[in-house]
């Protein structure tokens, strides 16, 4: 990867917001050149989408996170892609996942309660006929997400000059 | 009747000659004032990777708590050796090349102490770190300066350093990537010098401690020129690559004779650095690229961003290719580098080191370190914007 590239991603990876203006100033490129980088890329499919990470519980919308793994039963031809496509078609769903050991799928499910969640799963996943069986884990905190550290960041203490 | 007991007088005349640091003096300033944006920080801003602090916990943990040999764990005197044969081609015998000292300072004092006789002189460039000078009296030699320019882009010139040898140079003493101006030098420059090493029959000491922090091509080690191997000293440590600054470890490479004379001085000074600090050494070394290369390329952003941001307004600036510092010119101001700093400060509360806090040379320029968060970064450019502005 070149290094211009690897600035790009690595900026807008920290702050999706940067205005190709202010990564110009950090790369020495040209505005134009940094536009025109971020078009391909955005093209390309490499830059996928802008996200914001928000802090539900601030804001009052309190939401219930569960992971769920699932066994399911592969389907001649299409293996995992169709079990996985009806799954990402809820919009409950946040995340799926194939993975390998001792279950097949795991899912990140959003819900309004605990309740709204398990009614979710036993109505809506476990009745799925691919669907063996079906484990719910509640989660209770995240410290963590997506590389950010959501609980109090650490601070460096240095002197005011130093040579 | 007795004349009071004065405890000055018992001051050792060598200490008379070593001038007052700048930087102290300005630090003094600094911590009288709140919420100053601090450009004059010559230390990451990173927190030392997680791995290497884990990696220190667990030897705590587990007891390794012990004085190590006076060289320096092995393990970590191999890893350094590994690294230099891998990326400068140099080879040093890890039992008697290699001495892991407490910080580069240490390295420097030493290196210095097991060269120099009273009455020797040695040649230090400069701008430079504030050390060379004092480390130089301290063992009774003489610290003769040799003035890098902007025009030269801060490096050492072939002409330049003819002038200032003398039959008493012993040896001559530098730094690139170069605090405060950021310079580097390539090959061929690096080249140039070492025929005139020879001719003179000197030593070099080659501070070579930001060498991880390099731009634009590759760091050229002293070292690996064709001769310098066994003519240079070359000092190096873990503080700026890998963010490990209050670790204090550093280590020196050279001649078996030099490294066990430097040996003499720090096993009954020193004994040995800090275990735990050298353990978290060698996972730097095993383990710490990856997330070094990260901290060097957000360097490399910042160094973007204030050298174009000091160029807009009207601070020329060198391009610096290394380290972590801008040094732009305060020329167009009319005022002295003392006089802009102090004045910044108190006007618009930033932070940043007077240029002739290194050395005479560094006079009409200001160190602006970029290991600060581009916030700062930004906010310090919009204020000295405005300091500048309002000079016209």
Known sequence: MDKQLS????????????????????????????????????KSGIIRKYKTIIDWDL????????????????????????????LYKFPEVRSVRLLSGGYDIALTVRGKSMKEVAFFVAEKIATLEQVQSTTTHFVLKTYKEDGVILHEPEHIKRLPVSP | MRTPFDPSVF??????NVPPSGIRRFFDLVSEIDDVISLGVGEPDFITPWHIRETCIHSIEHGETAYTSNYGLLELREEISWMYDRKHKVEYDPASEVLVTTGVSEALDIAIRAIVNPGDEVIVSQPSYVAYVPSVIFSGGIPVPLSTTVENKFKITPDELEDVITDKTKAIVFNYPNNPTGATMDRSDLEAIADIVVEHDLMVISDEVYECLTYNGDHTCFASLDGMRERTILLNGFSKAYAMTGFRLGYALGAPEIISSMMLIHQYTMLCAPVTAQIGAIEALRNGEAEMQKM???????????????NKIGLECFEPKGAFYAFP?????????????????NEQKVAAVPGDAFGKSGEGFLRCAYAASQDDIRTALDRIGEFVDGLK
């Open chain 1, 7 to 42: 600035h790009i991603l690595e900026i807008l990876e920290g702050d999706a917001r940067a205005a190709p203006k202010d990564i110009a100033s950090l790369t020495g490129m040209s505005v134009e050149d940094v536009s025109k980088k971020i078009e391909q890329l955005e």
């Open chain 2, 296 to 310: 060097v390329r957000e360097y490399d952003r910042r160094r973007h961003l204030i050298v174009g941001g000091l």
């Open chain 2, 11 to 16: 001051v050792a005349d060598r200490l008379q």
């Open chain 1, 59 to 86: 804001v009052g919308e309190s939401y219930v996170y569960a992971v769920i793994e699932l066994k399911v039963i592969l389907e001649r031809k299409y293996g995992y892609e169709k079990i996985a496509e009806r």
């Open chain 2, 329 to 345: 010119s305060i020329e167009s101001t009319g005022l002295t580098s003392d006089e802009f700093s102090q004045r910044l400060l």
